[in-house]
């Protein structure tokens, strides 16, 4: 099993910046993928940001490009989410997502239990 844990949410203006952090430990080891995902009250859980470590390809949606930033290292046990200009519709509560991927197996996915990130005007 892998365990996540966020870290870093909290209260910050628009416009202003924020870090968040995951940590990841037990069979990190055959992770195939990292990202971040948030959810607002009434909205669908969406993707922020996430990072193949098979390919170091990244992946944002246009609501976050340019102003988002993931980051990892290489023992995958650690994830940073970079958050410059955050506006008033990036307030959520931020996941921490991490998956597995084998042939024959399966997807084990992995969630970290959240942080709330409010951006003020």
């Known amino acids: 099993q892998v365990q996540l844990r966020e870290s870093g949410g909290g209260l910050v203006q628009a416009g202003g910046s924020l870090r968040l952090s995951c940590a990841a430990s037990?069979?990190?080891?055959?992770?195939?993928?990292m990202g971040w995902y948030r959810q607002a009250p009434g909205k669908k859980r969406e993707l922020v940001a996430r990072?193949?470590?098979?390919?170091?390809?990244?992946e944002y949606p246009d609501s976050v490009k340019g102003r988002f930033t993931i980051s990892g290292d290489n023992t995958k046990t650690s994830m940073a989410l970079q958050m410059n200009n955050p506006k008033l519709e990036d307030t959520g509560v931020y996941y921490c997502?991490?998956?597995?991927?084998?042939?024959?197996?399966?997807?084990?996915?992995?969630w970290g239990q959240g942080t709330q990130v409010t951006v003020s005007s």
């Open positions: 997502d991490a998956y597995d991927l084998r042939i024959g197996i399966g997807r084990n996915d992995y």
């Open positions: 037990g069979s990190v080891a055959r992770l195939s993928s």
């Open positions: 990072i193949s470590y098979d390919d170091g390809i990244t």
